[in-house]
Each structure stands twice: as structure tokens, then as C-alpha cells.
């Protein structure tokens, strides 16, 4: 407590005031004891004189000096105190409170012995006779130059310490009321003085408990005036600070929040201190108890904790790749030190490159793909000219039939060519759909009669299963009737005689779905996510017809009505397309 500012300015003032009040009490109660004192003694010296005086007649005869005893009660009783009358020798001649025979020499006494050298002669000294302090004066009584005795006059000092113990309880009640003031002056100082330096405190420790920082009002000119002006242009910077960190911070915290790529910080012992987003999906583990466990707890994989420690011990940027492939994931990642910005911390990062592995593998599929569906055609147009060229041409009925043949693989080759420019234009969105109210069950009855003739050459039974009273669609008829043409045409082909294929729609939610159920030889579960891709085709010698082209164009078209496309099969029982339109109209009339 004594060691705050405040106790530091109050005790040595208090002590101060305390002192010098104390001092000048003394002093005061000093000067004013001498004052009386020296009254006193003025007072007995005019008394000594005026006997002296009136004895001077007596003391020269030695016959009348038993009248001195006497006149010495008398004087004693108009000055009110002790008077003695003492010869030259120093015997007693008159005492007005003794019996002067009883008294011994006086010549040795101070007051005596000094009034008999200097002319005057005072003390004080307790007195045996009267038990008290008594103050003497003596005066020589002296005819011309000749000393004819003393008188000696005294009187009670018990009357002057009676007023000096008044005067000094006055003295004592105005030094205490001027150390009292002084006292409360200094507290009032020493509130005024450091009650802004309390409130600098309290400030200060709130901002650091994470408090709103704010300014300290002051008109103050002094030093801690300008304390607290020098603390409020530091609120004002740490502020903008304060908000320029948070402005980073905020950025930071939203680009990570956003990056698809897992980002992972680590300090020098392992310690996981920042985790994103992505990497808490990644790792399975919310960045609150992440955060302070170790590398190996949360990235787990053996790999990532190799990787971390290489990069630790190298102190370089290091890479390595995680392959799951029965959970199909393919993972790079990025070991970086921090450097200078972090000493000692390594930055990790995980970049999902499942999909552009995915996609790496259509790509790849879709060149050889194209390029076998090229070859045949090609292959034999090449054959058919060349037996054109080496004879055939002489035989006109043959030379008819090769250029038929020629004729069929080039039409195959501009059906693909066409299909696939379509696809495209499709995909880039350069169709535009044109859309009308349609009915679910007449788009399905369409597409049934436009196929009819075909399944009955394959011996198949197409059946519409559809309710009457469906909620009516907005779709572009000619498209959304490809779709279905697309998704039967299939069923037909790969369903084998006897078989049968059930065309339905129904209303679910807010869409209508659309479906091509067949009992064919279905798709194996490996090429199912796969079956919607250009050119893709389930049998390995592409040795079916058709250009794989048929389901990627239905995928499209569904997509651009804002639907749905998917199947669901199981090999050698057959395989359902579903798909799904938006519903826009009111429940057909
Ligand atoms: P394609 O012109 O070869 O029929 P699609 O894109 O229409 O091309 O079909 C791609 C592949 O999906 C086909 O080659 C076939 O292997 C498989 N497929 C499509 N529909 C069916 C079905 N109903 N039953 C079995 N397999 C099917």
C-alpha cells in the first residue's frame, strides 16, 4: 500500500507538516516562556530597586537593622512575592517568609555572587524552603560606589508555567489544526496528482483484459497532462493498429476459410497452431481440438509426418503425393519453413488433386476413345478404296456395293462428326432451349410410338406406365424427346428378346421423374459413375454400335432444363435411367 505514489507524496508531506508544525510549536511555546520570564524578572528588578532604595537609610546604620526583618514582610506583602534583605557579608538581615535568625550565609548563592560582581544577579532553582521553582533577582543597594547589602526578591515560577500551560494548549489546538490543514492539503495533492495516473492504470489494464481502447479527457498542461496525452496518442495508434491487424487478420482468416486447399502450420516442437477449413475435412478433426496437438496426431498418415520432419531438419521446401486408391483419393503435399516470418514453423499444405487425376483419366479416355471410334471407319474406307483401286473397279455390280459401303462409313463418320458438334454446342451452352408447357406422359407416349417398331423387331415390349393426372412441365419438346429417344434406344439395344422396358414418369416434390427401366444385361458397378462421359462404352472391343456419344448428350440436355441424370443397375437384371424436370405448371386438367 505505502509504495503507491500516493502514500509516497502523503507520508513525507504529513511527516513535514508534522514536523516544521511541531518545530514552530516549540519554538512559539519557547518565545512566549522567555517573554513572561523576562517580564517577570524586569518586574522584580524595578521591585529589588524601589527597596534597595528605601532601605539605603537603614542598611548604613547598623542600630536600626532589626527593623529590616520587618519592612521586608511589608514589601513582600505589596509585591506579592519573597523578599530578603542580605548584609555585604552575606548574613540575613530580613526575610518575609523565613525566620531570617534560622537562615544560613547567603554570600554564596548565584543571584548574590552576581549581583555582587556584575551589579545584578537572577536565578532560578528549586527552592527547599517552598519546595518549588523559584525565580530570584538581587540588586546590590549601594550608597555612591560603597555596597551596603542586597536585596534579594523572588517570586513562584508555578504562576508562569500555570499561564505557559494555557498558552501552550492554544499553541498546541493551532498547531494541530494547521497540521490537520496541512495533512488534508497533502492528500488533496496527492489524490490530484495521481487520481489520472489511477485512471491511466485502469485503462491500461482493462485495454489489456481486452477492453474497448478510449481517450483519457485532460486539460492538464503539467507532466501528467502530458502523460495522458501521450497515452491517448497511444490508444489512437495501437487502435489503428489494432484495426489494420483485425483488417489482416479478417482477410487472412476468409482466404483461408475459402482455399479448397488444407493449410497447416506447425511450430518447432510439432505443435499444430493454425488449421483450416479444408484441412479439418481433410483430417477429420475441428480446428478447435486440433489446435496444440502434434503433427502426428492430427495428419496421421505416416507420410505427412515424414514430410514434416524432413522439411524440420532440411529446412527446405519438401513434396510428397498420398494415393488411396481404394478410397479414390490422390493428395499432394507441401512442406514449406516459414523462414524469418516464423522461425522455427513449417507451413503445410495439401492440395485434393482427386479431381484432376479424374479428370487426367476422361481426358485420356476420350482421346483414345475417339481415336478407335476414327479407326474402324476409317480403316475400312481405306480397304474398300484400295480394293477399288486394285480391280474392283472393273466389275461395276462390286464397284456399286463398295461405294455403298463407303457411303454407309462416311455417313457414320458425319452422324459422329454432327453428334459430337452438338454435344459441344450444347455444353457451351450456344443451344437455346425453347420452352413449352408439355405433358410428362404425352413426351413419354411419343417416344414410345417413334420406337415401337423397333422393339418389336427386337422382340421386345415397351409398356407406359405413367398417372393421367401429372403436373405439367416447361421443357424444349424436340430436346427432352432426344433424351428419351437416347435413354430407349439404349434399353432396346442392350436388352436382350423377350425382354421388356417400362417408360414412367411420376411427381415427386417439386420435379417430375422420368424413368427407362429395362431387364437388359445392365452395367457393371465399377462403370456406372462413368457410363454419362463422352465415349464411353462399357464393352472393352467397343464391338455394340453406336458412337457412346448417346448418354453424354442426354446429360446435358437434362442438366440445361435444370434436372437431374443418373442410373441405377445390377448386372444381368437390367438397368433404370432416371432423370428429373423442374415442375412449372399446374396439375394437368
Ligand atoms: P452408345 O451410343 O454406345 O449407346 P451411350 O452414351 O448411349 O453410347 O451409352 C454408353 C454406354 O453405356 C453404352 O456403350 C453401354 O455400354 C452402356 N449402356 C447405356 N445404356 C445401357 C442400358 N440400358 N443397359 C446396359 N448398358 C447400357
Sequence with gaps: MFTSIRWRIILPYTLLVILSVAGVGFYLNNILYQTQLQTLQERLTDDALLIGNSLLETLEDEEV???????????AELIGGR??????DGTVLGESHQDFAQMENHLNRPEIRDALNNGFGSHIRYSQTVKYDMLYVALPVKQGATILGFVRVSLPLNEIEARQAQSRTTVFTTMLVAASLGILLSVFIALRVTRPLQWLTQEARQMTQGGMLRHIPSSRQDEVGQLTQAFNALVEKLDSQIRALQSERGKLVSVLAQMTDGVVIADGDGRIILINVAAERMFKTPSESAIGCTVAQILRHHQWIELWERCRQTEQEQFDMLELPRQDIFIQGIALPLGDALPEH????????????????????????????????LASLKALVETLRSGALDDP???????????????????????????????????PLKLKSASPRKLLAKAQERLSVQAERSKLTISLDCPKKLP?????KPRLGQVLMNLLHNAIKFTPSSGSIILSAQAQDDVILF?????????????????????????????????????????????????????????????TFYFTIPILQSPEQ
Excluded at 405439367?472 to 424444349?476: G, K, L, S, T
Aim: proline content about 3%; glycine content about 8%; aromatic content about 8%.
Design 397 to 431: 455390280p462390286a464397284a456399286q456395293r463398295f461405294l455403298y459401303h463407303m457411303e454407309t462409313e462416311v455417313d457414320a463418320l458425319a452422324h459422329m462428326v454432327s453428334e459430337l458438334l452438338e454435344l459441344s454446342r450444347i455444353e457451351s451452352g450456344q443451344v
Design 515 to 575: 424413368y427407362v427401366q429395362d431387364t437388359g444385361r445392365g452395367i457393371p458397378a465399377d462403370d456406372l459413375p462413368r457410363v454419362f462421359e463422352r465415349f464411353y462404352k462399357i464393352d472393352p472391343a467397343r464391338s455394340t454400335g453406336g458412337t457412346g456419344l448417346g448418354l453424354a448428350v442426354a446429360r446435358h440436355l437434362v442438366e440445361a432444363h435444370g434436372g437431374k441424370i443418373w442410373v441405377e443397375s445390377v448386372e444381368g437384371e437390367g438397368s
Design 472 to 476: 405439367r412441365v416447361r421443357v424444349d
Design 346 to 377: 513449417i507451413l503445410m499444405l495439401f492440395q485434393d488433386l482427386t479431381r484432376i487425376r479424374r479428370l487426367e483419366t476422361v481426358r485420356r479416355d476420350f482421346i483414345s476413345n475417339i481415336s478407335h471410334e476414327l479407326r474402324t471407319p
Design 65 to 75: 537593622w532589626q527593623i529590616i526583618n520587618d519592612s521586608s514582610a511589608h514589601w
Design 83 to 88: 523578599v530578603t534583605i542580605i548584609a555585604t
